[in-house]
């Protein structure tokens, strides 16, 4: 897994949705453009498959940090779904990967006559509901039970509020990052020491996931710090392109900024994220700008003389877009940095010659465990609580030794058992929640329950039986092939 993630996931990932007309060899995936409309049950009658348990869509407007890539955003579709496959074991064939195409604002898309989406100008908000309308319908009607995730939309809100009460629906850029950075602060902030009442919060980028991240952050002081939800929202500080988001800036603000907008600026607007820190002394500094190298050395070293343990996540992706590097962390904190990136970074080895590894905070922990439990509980809908859940129990799934160890995520070789405990959790809380529907798993206890969840986990490496007794000839040339002898298969 830990090869083989940075070339089917991020980074690699990325650079495939780039050039993914030049690319292209297969379709993979399901298209869906504007031209379709109110035809979209009928396009979705050509997908192969009879079943199909989850799908992700993306429209392509922003992938990773790299913005607008039109329909060659379904690389990312492609693969999320083949991380469900790795990490929590949904059959492949149960997955289906979709790109909507409303369009794309990328000129050099729109000039490049290899581009295979639709030659115009991306359509607004308007367009897109009604679409998403069509579509959430359609695939309920072919597939009642299936899971749809949301995936790089520019900008989500709205059609997460408006879906997921009516759909089993989440959306993993504010949800599951959300919860997968929540479970790297639970462990990172009690490293530190400081109660969740004395920590002070500064976001680089208050899109879909920084504001879901501190949403959800946010949840875990007023549980865990006993405050109240003022006292909590009082903690952060956002900052976008425009400075420090405040209710007298002068622009209009979205929608979704206005829980965490100041009012306690004094009139003062602070531009620059220096001017932030030096207002905020934060102990915490999330990176979701897509601003690649925005955490240089005076930022770092500015939150080395804040506190004894400064948490700093770089989260944007993929590599060439994170706010700083693992290396420039450790080095300019003076190696006391709790540290967590969007991608991943190599090991660094300190001046007293330990190796240390850096947390990789991606929402592939979570967004494979949060299907999956939602699969198994059956569950209708997909609430708070099973997201809230996600984060708890990933952040209790380390091992004794990856804490002494230093570490704030497991490994990601483990990746499978921690998507099961993340499934348990998930479970769980639906069935608090009175969403789960499976009888089979009624009054199961959680030992019993983890098995059942990993027994339903797709195995690539299991010998389908049926080949094997209709098909022996296909089994001596694979052995063959494989030099390894028939017993051992
Ligand atoms: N680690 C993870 O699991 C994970 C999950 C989701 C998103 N991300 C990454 O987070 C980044 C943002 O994603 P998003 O969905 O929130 O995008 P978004 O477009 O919704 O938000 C980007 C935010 O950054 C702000 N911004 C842009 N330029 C800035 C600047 N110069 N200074 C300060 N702020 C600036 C924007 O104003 C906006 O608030 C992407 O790079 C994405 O890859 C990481
Ligand atoms: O795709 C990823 O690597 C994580 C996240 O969903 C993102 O948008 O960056
Ligand atoms: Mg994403």
New binding site residues.
């Given amino acids: 897994m830990k090869d083989i993630t940075p070339l089917v996931y991020t980074p690699v990932v990325g650079e495939a949705c780039e050039k993914w007309s030049h690319i292209f060899s297969e379709p993979e995936g399901l298209y869906l453009p504007w031209k379709e409309r109110g035809n979209l049950a009928e396009t979705i009658k050509n997908w192969p498959e009879k079943e199909v348990d989850i799908c992700v869509v993306t429209d392509g407007s ?1 992938i ?2 790299l913005g607008d890539l039109g329909v060659g955003g379904i690389g990312i579709s492609i693969g999320k779904l083949a991380l469900y496959t790795a990490c929590a074991g949904i059959h492949p064939t149960k997955t289906l990967p979709i790109v909507i195409d409303l369009g794309t604002d990328n000129e050099r898309l729109l000039n490049d006559e290899l581009y295979l989406g639709t030659r115009m100008k991306r359509l607004g908000e308007k367009d897109m509901m009604k679409f998403l309308d069509e579509m959430m319908a359609a695939l309920k009607a072919r597939w009642p039970s299936i899971i749809i995730q949301f995936e ?1 939309f ?2 989500p809100f709205p059609s997460l509020a408006k879906y997921q009460n009516m759909y089993t629906c989440f959306n ?2 504010i949800q ?2 959300g919860a ?2 929540l479970a790297g602060v639970i462990n990172a902030v009690r490293n530190t020491g400081i109660a969740p009442k004395d920590q002070r919060l500064v976001f ?7 504001v879901g991240v501190a949403r959800q952050i946010m949840e875990m002081f007023k549980k865990e710090g006993n405050l109240s939800e003022d006292e909590a929202r009082k903690l952060f500080y956002l ?4 400075g420090l988001v405040t209710n007298d800036r002068g622009d209009k603000l979205q929608e979704h900024k206005l829980i965490f907008s100041r009012s306690d600026n004094n009139g003062q607007q602070y531009k620059s ?1 220096e001017d932030v820190l030096d207002y905020v002394k934060p102990t915490i500094l999330m990176g ?4 690649g190298g ?1 955490f240089h050395e005076g930022i770092i070293r500015k939150m080395a003389s804040y506190s004894e343990r400064p948490i700093i996540f770089p ?4 590599v060439s ?1 994170s706010e700083c590097t693992f290396e420039e962390a450790m080095k300019f904190t003076d190696e006391k940095v709790l540290f967590a990136s ?1 991608s991943p970074f190599p090991t660094y080895e300190a001046k007293d010659g330990k190796l240390h590894e850096p947390g990789q ?4 922990y979570v967004f494979p465990g949060i299907g999956m439990g939602t699969i198994i509980s059956q569950a209708s809908l997909i609430n708070q609580d099973m997201i809230y859940a996600s984060a708890e129990y990933l952040a209790s799934s380390l091992t004794q030794e990856e804490r002494d160890d230093g570490l704030i995520y497991p490994r990601i070789n483990r990746i499978r058992d921690v998507s099961a405990r993340v499934a348990l959790g998930v479970v769980r809380a639906a069935e608090r929640n009175h969403l789960a529907r499976n009888p089979e798993i009624v009054g199961m206890d959680d030992d019993t329950l983890v098995e059942y969840i990993k027994g339903k986990m797709y195995d690539p490496t299991a010998v389908p039986t049926e080949v094997e007794e209709t098909d022996p000839g296909m089994w001596n040339w694979l052995t063959s092939k494989l030099s390894l002898p028939w017993s051992k298969l």
Avoid at 315 to 318: D, I, R, W
């Fill in positions: 922003r990773l940090g790089d520019k900008n993993d850029d599951g990052t997968v950075v680089l980028g208050a899109g879909s996931a920084g900052v976008d392109s425009k994220l979701l700008s897509t601003i925005a989260l944007s992706n993929p877009k969007g905070g991606n929402n592939m």
